[in-house]
């Protein structure tokens, strides 16, 4: 089900709780709502939909990609990057790093860890900050 896009930055900026199988269908609308956005947005976290769960979703190449509970283990090459939000109005500056191995944990709630770089990094990273309250 497509949802609503909260703009409320109080909300947004209050930490994530840990996702859990239960929270497949909140994956599931975030999956539909980025889908239903795609022409201004490549990543949503769920407290974009209004749901206080770590869940993110982002688009490679037209495959989306879910990750359950994601956190970056590791990182280096920082860089200067000017991003937007659909949440949020205008652009706005901040660091980012060019390589990053996060650990997630899968729909079945397998663990899984993987390097990213470049584009699909800076992504993961913008979207990991949205499920720590994070206002960019």
């Not at 209050?14 to 996702?19: E, H």
């Not at 490549?42 to 956190?71: L, Y």
Request: with cysteine; glycine share 6%.
């Amino acid at each position: 089900m497509v949802r609503s896009i909260i703009k409320d930055v109080l909300f947004l900026g209050q930490k994530s709780q840990p996702a859990t199988p239960e929270d497949i269908p909140v994956a599931n609308d975030l999956i539909d709502t980025l889908r239903a956005n795609s022409q201004q947005c490549v990543g949503m976290a769920a407290n974009m939909i209004g749901v206080k769960k770590c869940i993110i979703v982002f688009d490679v190449g037209g495959t989306i990609v879910e990750m359950f509970n994601p956190r970056i283990i590791s990182k280096s090459v920082p860089f200067e990057a000017v991003e937007g939000c659909l949440s949020l109005c205008g652009a706005r500056s901040v660091t980012r790093y060019k390589n990053i191995k996060v650990e997630w944990k899968t729909r079945q709630f397998q663990t899984k860890t993987q390097t990213f770089t470049g584009w699909i990094a800076q992504i993961i990273q913008h979207e990991i900050d949205h499920c720590n309250g994070v206002i960019i």
